[in-house]
């Protein structure tokens, strides 16, 4: 294949991408009101998605935040401004690290789980099943998990919030001899609700975006087991690199709109 | 006056990437009527039937389901339509994470506002029609392919539709199973459902359960008439078939 026709192949298969999760997204937004309300499916969901990603979410937040604190000291303590280190672990977890890394490493894991239920329930026609047996699939396999998934990440990245600030605060005292209540203290003064807020927001959206990505690549899977791999492996990649493209766009946005 | 047929198409066409698998399909289906659609493999028999229950969209021609044109309707206006019509898929589709008596009252549970009680009454019923009771509690892995296929029949036939559409029901038996099947079909004609599509390529099978049948060869319908209009039909293709000697274009 020359290189002009690999473009062309990837373009159009991008074009697709984007049209096709662009297509879903709008047919789900449209179902949203739509009976039957299946709260009983919004409520497993969240139990099935919370369980599967605290541990993680919350183990990679301990030691993001105690990385921060660690290098953060060394390198304050040679402009003799170590006492600030609390301010700077906060604002980057609240701001960016605590959605960012929830998004990729939960999003990563419940998006790709998504997208391999649903498409083995595609290559063997069960979700033409649910469609002839005059099933609203979209309402019924796609929406709870969405819902779900918009109340889950914020509760988790709040969660993953202030477990990385505790890790923060442990290398601060223990490692650093920071004062703790000065810890605490420098934080409360230096950041504002705004900064949490800014963080909350994006996992809303990061929520939204890992789930419809999950099901749309759950959806259009063919090509039996092996396309089932294909479409797992495609998620896992593709929701690392649109949280973090997404993630410019939206700090942008939320500076113009809050700052 | 007769009654308007349940389901009519009119010079429908279909095509995949370059390949054009329905060249212009017109039939109407009145009610108490089983059409048997048959042709060999990759004529278009599963791509018709799928049209006919929205499932797939024709590029071109006109598909009425129950008196509604259904072509160009979204996805949630055509699920009031399929809500009254059952659909029996070749590999059965179950739903494998639920039990056979979930995945036969699933369609009740969705549709219908009826008790566990009446549920359950309802499910052991369709499973003795089908010949598994006492099979509640197993999952779709724990069954042959012919018990597959009876609950895939149980479970389109559980909310007693005004019509059926049966892909390929004996494909992959074997000929204990598929004469079960086929039986189960013709008796079905006499209670639950009186009306049906059926997809085979068995031509036994179709002149023991249709009183109409349609050979696709090449997009098109070659001929279509009752059992016997076919054995006498002077149409090549038609010869070809029955005689085991038409191949797919």
Redesign the interface.
């Known amino acids: 294949m020359t290189a002009l026709a690999y473009i062309r192949t990837q373009s159009r298969e991008t074009a697709l991408w984007y049209g096709g999760l662009g297509l879903l997204t709008m047919s789900v937004v449209r179902n949203l009101a739509l009976p039957p309300a299946y709260l009983w499916l919004v409520a497993r969901e969240i139990d099935n998605i919370g369980v599967r990603s605290l541990v993680v979410a919350v183990t990679a937040a301990l030691f993001t935040g105690m990385v921060l604190a660690l290098q953060s000291a060394v390198n304050m303590a040679r402009f003799g401004a170590e006492n600030y280190v609390g301010p700077v672990v906060a604002l980057s977890i609240l701001r960016e690290l605590g959605p960012v890394l929830t998004a990729i490493l939960v999003g990563g894991k419940v998006a790709s789980g998504i997208t391999a239920e649903l498409g083995s329930m595609k290559v063997t026609e069960q979700i033409d099943a649910m469609r002839a047996i005059g099933v609203n699939y979209v309402k019924r396999l796609i929406v709870p998990r969405l819902l779900a998934a918009l109340i889950v990440f914020p509760v988790v990245t709040v969660l993953a919030d202030g477990v990385g600030l505790v890790g923060g605060m442990l290398i601060s005292v223990f490692d650093r001899n920071v004062d703790g209540y000065l810890y605490w203290n420098t934080i409360s003064y230096w950041v504002v609700m705004r900064d949490f807020l800014t963080g909350v927001i994006k996992s809303v959206v990061f929520g939204a975006l890992v789930t419809l990505i999950g099901c749309y690549n759950g959806l259009a899977t063919e090509g039996g087991t092996e396309g089932l791999g294909r479409s797992t492996t495609a998620t896992v990649v593709q929701v690392a690199m649109g949280v973090i493209i997404s993630d410019f766009f939206l700090t942008k946005l939320l500076l113009f709109l809050f700052w | 006056m007769a009654s308007p047929p349940l389901v009519e198409l009119s010079d429908v066409r279909k095509s995949f990437a370059t390949h054009e698998v329905l060249r212009g399909v017109s039939l109407a289906l009145a009610k108490g009527t089983t059409l048997a659609v048959m042709g060999g493999s990759g004529a278009g028999k599963t791509v018709l039937l799928?049209i006919v229950?929205g499932?797939v969209q024709p590029d071109s021609g006109r598909v009425s389901l129950f008196g509604t044109r259904i072509e160009r309707l979204r996805?949630?206006q055509i699920?009031?339509?399929?809500?009254r019509?059952?659909?029996v898929?070749q590999?059965a589709?179950?739903?494998?994470s639920l039990s056979v008596f979930e995945n036969i009252a699933?369609?009740l549970r969705?549709?219908s506002a009826m008790s566990l009680g009446e549920i359950t009454d309802r499910v052991h019923r369709f499973l003795s029609l089908v010949g598994l009771p006492g099979t509640d509690d197993l999952l779709p892995a724990e069954l042959s392919g012919g018990m597959r296929k009876r609950v895939g029949i149980a479970?389109?036939l559980v909310t007693e539709p005004e019509v059926v559409f049966f892909d390929e029901p004996t494909a992959g038996l074997d000929p204990t199973n598929a004469r079960l099947v086929a039986e189960l079909i013709a008796e079905l004609r006499k209670g639950v459902c009186d009306t049906a599509i059926v997809v085979t390529h068995d031509i036994e099978f179709a002149e023991l359960v249709a009183d109409q049948m349609a050979i696709l060869h090449q997009g098109r319908f070659a001929d279509i008439g009752t059992p016997a209009e076919m054995h006498r039909s002077e149409n090549p293709d038609v010869r070809k078939f029955l005689a085991g000697e038409l191949r797919a274009s």
């Open positions: 799928r229950d499932l996805e949630e699920l009031p339509l399929r809500r019509a059952g659909f898929f590999g589709a179950l739903f494998d699933f369609p969705e549709h479970r389109a």
